[in-house]
């Protein structure tokens, strides 16, 4: 496999990117969105406004045209925020062909349909004649900028496809970024975009000056909630407790460089979302977005989020955070767990 297309040249897409361009041989094409983008990496292989400081290498070759980005790939990772999967997929299928391996790495839920990234690419490449395409997802705990200096980092390739998730793994995985395999792609999807709303709320427990204690609270329980919404829709617990569910989730509740985890960290400072966004410069925390499409499929399947509920109030209904807190402390009590012998 010499040559792979990443849609989506954000700091993941370009890690991702940095990543695939460092074995030899290796020809990627990276599509951006951004002309300034392409421009900076065309010129000073350097994508300056999503991923500065980080050299890319050579072998990565920056374009604006999705025609040219997909020709002749034999693999396909998408990149792109998961409100803008469905449109960008729609422009990309005339240039997709059934052998052509796709791996998601968006960590997000679509807000009108509540589906997975892929199932929105199965959906959106099947459809008016099309054909099932052959999808994967990779996540796991994993900053764009330590992955782009090459820190050590493990992540897992979920899919029913064996063939595909073998041939992921083969081709992420190199000394400093290793890949697992799983074939609990729901569990894998879910992990990963469910965390993004614990991490905003890990976030508002900072902002507003409480300690480990809370944030250790805040992150176990998030994870009893994630797990409980992921098995209800068909995952597996044991991949909640692995790279894509705790792992993740430890890492973007409690990392400096998540960006769910700073709106939290402004919410609980006192400010309004529409005050935050601004000031985020183009990048996307998809918890603002998978908040709500998470609420609706937790309704969908009878499973009580409180966290996540909370968020939403705090997100969208201008809920003081302080009171948000508050409200989960003084819930009814319980046991800690459920059908206990």
């Not at 070759?61 to 020709?71: C, D, F, I, N, V």
Request: proline share 5%; with cysteine; hydrophobic share 40%.
């Amino acid at each position: 496999m010499s040559r792979i297309a990443v849609i989506g040249a954000g700091a993941w897409g370009t890690a991702l990117a940095i990543v695939l361009g460092r074995k030899e041989g290796r020809q990627v094409q990276l599509w951006a969105h951004e002309p300034e983008v392409r421009k900076s990496i065309a010129k000073r292989r350097v994508n300056q406004l999503f991923l500065p400081g980080h050299s890319i290498p050579e072998s990565v070759h920056p374009t604006s045209e999705l025609k040219e980005a997909l020709e002749g790939a034999s693999m396909v990772v998408s990149v792109m925020p998961s409100q803008h999967c469905r449109a960008i997929f729609q422009q990309m299928k005339p240039y997709l062909h059934p052998e052509t391996l796709m791996v998601s790495a968006t960590k997000g839920l679509e807000q009108n349909t509540l589906l997975r990234m892929s199932q929105v690419i199965e959906e959106t490449v099947s459809r008016d004649g099309g054909f099932l395409p052959r999808v994967g997802a990779l996540s796991g705990p994993s900053f764009a900028k330590e992955v782009a200096r090459g820190d050590p980092t493990a992540l897992t390739i979920a899919s029913r496809d064996a063939a595909l998730t073998e041939t992921a793994q083969r081709q992420f995985s190199d000394p400093t970024f290793r890949v697992y395999t799983n074939d609990d792609i729901i569990g894998v999807e879910l992990g990963g975009a469910l965390k993004n709303i614990i991490a905003i709320a890990a976030g508002v427990c900072d902002g507003l000056g409480l300690g480990h204690n809370s944030i250790a609270a805040l992150i176990t329980r998030g994870l009893a909630e994630i797990t409980r919404l992921a098995v209800a829709c068909g995952g597996k617990p044991e991949t909640l407790a692995g790279l894509a569910g705790l792992g993740d989730l430890v890492l973007t509740c409690t990392g400096e460089l998540s960006r769910n985890r700073s709106v939290g960290v402004e919410l609980g400072r006192g400010h309004r979302l529409s005050e935050i966004i601004p000031g985020m410069h183009g990048s996307v925390a998809e918890g603002i977005f998978t908040t709500t499409a998470a609420l609706g499929l937790a309704r969908a399947q009878g499973i009580e989020m409180p966290i996540t509920e909370q968020m939403q109030a705090i997100l969208h209904q201008g809920k003081p955070p302080r009171d948000a807190i508050h409200e989960l402390m003084t819930r009814t009590a319980r046991a800690e767990t459920r059908n206990r012998p």
